[in-house]
T-cell receptor, first 115, second 109 residues
Framework: GAVVSQHPSRVICKSGTSVKIECRSLDFQATTMFWYRQFPKQSLMLMATSNEGSKATYEQGVEKDKFLINHASLTLSTLTVTSAHPEDSSFYIC???????????FGPGTRLTVL | GQNIDQPTEMTATEGAIVQINCTYQTSGFNGLFWYQQHAGEAPTFLSYNVLDGLEEKGRFSSFLSRSKGYSYLLLKELQMKDSASYLCAVMDSNYQLIWGAGTKLIIKP
């Protein structure tokens, strides 16, 4: 149980375009989902905490107008990177948490490359 | 501030034992996690400690001392597939995960 999927797994886009990444909890409902970014050889950096039915909580330094998060249902959260630039190229990982538990279950990640 | 320290890289031999240490300073404590991450993949859960002591799970064990702000992950009977990064993460008083930079473990035959 506790499987999280992400789509797409890999995306290459031109600078200036917007990219949407989906994160789904497949066999459980997740009130809270998390979006992370990981640059090569660095640790995970929390970008935002997404709560179903309310606005996401962004970490300091993360532009909320650039990284749009929508958590419209208990099984789906989306991250849209708007007007992507090469410096946004990174590995984006989502995770979801059971309400009764502290463990986070990670999606497989999305490799974004902006040309 | 909040800080998680773990060695950047370690090397061990196939079949041997390796211990990866993690020290932390966080605002509050709601448990410590160890995750394994292979290159290009998302982290996978290994262990969770919230009370002092040793938790054993097959070839992997994790130890916690809250008074010392210290944990270690012990890997026994190392296999080549254990080559990966091992991430230590502490859940703070706000139930947010604070991540270490990870320890890259290289296994040699």
């Amino acid at each position: 149980g506790a499987v999280v999927s992400q789509h797409p797994s890999r995306v290459i886009c031109k600078s200036g375009t917007s990219v949407k990444i989906e994160c789904r909890s497949l066999d459980f409902q997740a009130t809270t989902m998390f979006w992370y970014r990981q640059f090569p050889k660095q640790s995970l950096m929390l970008m935002a905490t997404s709560n179903e039915g309310s606005k996401a909580t962004y970490e300091q330094g993360v532009e909320k107008d650039k990284f749009l998060i929508n958590h419209a249902s208990l099984t789906l959260s989306t991250l849209t990177v708007t007007s992507a630039h090469p410096e946004d190229s990174s590995f984006y990982i989502c995770s979801a948490k059971l309400d009764r538990d502290n463990e986070q279950f990670f999606g497989p990640g999305t490799r974004l490359t902006v040309l | 501030g909040q800080n998680i320290d773990q060695p950047t890289e370690m090397t061990a031999t196939e079949g041997a034992i390796v211990q990866i240490n993690c020290t932390y300073q966080t605002s509050g404590f709601n448990g410590l996690f160890w995750y394994q991450q292979h290159a290009g993949e998302a982290p996978t859960f290994l262990s969770y400690n919230v009370l002092d002591g040793l938790e054993e799970k097959g070839r992997f064990s994790s130890f916690l001392s809250r008074s010392k702000g210290y944990s270690y992950l012990l890997l026994k009977e190392l296999q080549m597939k254990d080559s990966a990064s091992y991430l230590c993460a502490v859940m703070d008083s706000n139930y947010q995960l604070i991540w270490g930079a990870g320890t890259k473990l290289i296994i040699k035959p």
